[in-house]
């Protein structure tokens, strides 16, 4: 008896640790975000340190996601599984890489295969307005989620972060230092965001639902989205049935 409560035993102990090596090995699920540390980590207690290596995300197809380069020297966007960063070189100029082999210090990413695509309505012009329409949109939605934009912009206003090495971080205004804006008029683009009402002071602001990041169609230029003036943009959600 106790021999047979024994192999019992054992095999409850192997079926247990095969559900969990496979959760922890599984693929993500569609349309599932994923967050990695917080940005109130890193804009009030100075975690500037990777949290993540983007090369360790295994699957790629669909893949989007944003954040900032570790001890915040950049900007990081992967677009459709393909991994973008961006780093000042001057205030007027910057350098954008195809790279994995890059650390985030805080980073929210997801996949995404299928999309509802429309068209914007033309009284949709900004940031505010998008924000809005998103929500509305999606206001069953009660997990966060990938969006895109493509199009063409009237003007936008794009951020790089550049930290001076071995700055201490401890608000918001010192995680700014160096941080150098670039403006970009009257170009084809591709925005990509995160929405989400439940996730400010973890991958968005304290007074928005959304973070982005913008390419140009060129792939000379990228950054975090600040301000946006649309012409005529698509915009993408999660599809539903």
């Known amino acids: 008896m106790k021999i047979q409560l024994g192999l ?7 079926c247990n640790a095969a559900q969990n090596e496979t959760h922890s090995k599984g693929t993500d699920t ?4 994923k967050v990695v540390s917080a940005m109130k980590n890193v804009m009030r207690k100075g975690q500037l340190e990777g949290s993540i290596r983007l090369d360790t995300i295994s699957d790629k197809k669909g893949l989007y996601g944003i954040g900032p380069e570790a001890y915040l020297k950049g900007e990081l966007l992967i677009n459709d599984g393909v991994s973008y960063v961006s780093r000042v070189t001057t205030d007027s100029t910057m350098t954008v ?6 650390d985030a210090p805080f980073f929210v990413y997801g996949h995404m295969t299928e999309w ?10 900004n940031i505010q307005d998008l924000e809005r329409f998103i929500d509305q949109k999606r206001s069953d939605f009660n997990k966060p989620f990938v969006f895109k934009l493509t199009g063409r912009v009237a003007k936008a206003d794009i951020h790089i972060q550049n930290l001076p090495d071995g700055t201490k971080v401890s608000s918001p205004a010192e995680a700014h230092q160096g941080q150098v804006s670039y403006i970009i008029e009257d170009e084809e683009v591709e925005i990509v965001g995160f929405f989400s009402t439940q996730h400010q002071g973890i991958f968005t ?11 140009t169609a060129d792939e000379q230029k990228m950054g975090h989205l600040d301000t946006l003036e649309m012409a005529e943009m698509k915009l993408y959600l999660p599809k539903t049935y």
């Not at 019992?8 to 192997?14: E, Y």
């Not at 509802?116 to 012009?125: A, C, G, Y």
Request: no cysteine; net charge negative.
């Open 116 to 125: 509802d695509e429309m068209d914007l309505p033309t009284q949709i012009v």
């Open 97 to 102: 890489e195809k790279q994995y082999e890059v």
């Open 205 to 215: 602001h304290h007074d928005t639902y959304l973070h982005m990041h913008l390419i």
């Open 30 to 33: 569609n349309g599932e975000v």
């Open 8 to 14: 019992i035993a054992l095999a409850l102990i192997g």
